[in-house]
């Protein structure tokens, strides 16, 4: 028998088109399943949670606050008009507070009286919850919060022309009396835009009681006003304490005359030093346009005389 090369090459492409088809094959049913798997996924509830504090205010009430957030995985996003419940846990079982539904930024907010009727633990502290039922769309989730009912008052007085800001702590027992916080760091500053800003830090002593120099720098309204606000942030018994209170010690913020804006850069007239470096810059750029034109009717100039030369 005569060795064929053209059916031997012939045999060989055959059988690699045919195992390129099974691979084809074998590589399209893989992606169909991963596929299917993946549109379980989507499909399947997506997971939550829930972050819950609490806070004592100055008012004598407890805040409640509940923020939930959807996870993904480039991160998470808050969950909108999502129904919270807050719970009091006590032995017998959870007695429901209220609920609230959580605004555009996923928080939902309770107000409820210090002076309860809600059970107290062993350590004297209310035990509570926050729980989102879930829906189609997203799982459950729920998270608790212990802390003892506590209150701080703020006052100011000046003495010798020194100007101090006095913090008062108490706390609320069970009994409903109230006794000294005791000794315990409170911190006291004004709120700006998008945050406290500290101006001291103030040591209660075992009365429950301390105080330190006001600054006399700190801008206040076109009146002078300002808000004073204490607070006592995670602490292990009294978790989140606050209180504020209003005073005329601030410096009178100097307005701006509509028709004749300060140059910044959130005014509609620029710095002085970003209109220079601008026409640093555009004069460089189209100096070079100049320099190379300049170089080109030059190089055309003597191309020119050279040729006539020759």
Known sequence: MKFNPKQQLKKIFMKRIQSAIILAFLILAGTSQVYAQDKVDTNAPAST???????????????L???????????????????????????????????SKTDVHGIAFLKIPSRNKYLR????????????????????SEGEFGLKPAKLKVSFY??????????????????GTETSIGAIDVTVGVPKM?????????????????????PKDIIGDSLGNLTVVASIEENDIFGNVKGSADN????????????????????????????????IMLAGVWGHYVYAIVQLVMIKKSSAKVVKES
């Open 49 to 63: 949670v829930l972050r819950f504090i609490c806070t004592s205010t100055s008012d004598d009430s407890l805040l």
């Open 158 to 175: 000046e003495e010798d022309s020194v100007r101090y800001v006095k913090v008062e702590g108490t706390q609320l027992n069970a009994d």
């Open 248 to 279: 005329t010690w601030g410096l009178k913020k100097h307005l701006i005359s509509p028709d004749r804006p300060s140059r910044e850069l959130w005014t509609p007239i620029a710095p002085l030093w970003m209109i220079i470096t601008l026409i």
């Open 194 to 214: 998008f945050s406290i800003l500290k101006i001291a830090t103030v040591s209660l002593d075992s009365t429950g009681i301390g105080t330190a120099e006001f």
């Open 121 to 140: 633990t062993d350590q004297q502290l209310l035990s509570l919850k926050a729980k989102y039922d879930g829906s189609a769309k997203y799982e459950a």
């Open 65 to 99: 606050q509940g923020t939930v957030s959807v996870k993904h995985d480039e991160g998470s996003t808050n969950l909108a008009n999502a129904p919270v419940s807050f719970y009091s846990v006590e032995k017998d079982g959870d007695s429901k507070i209220g609920e």
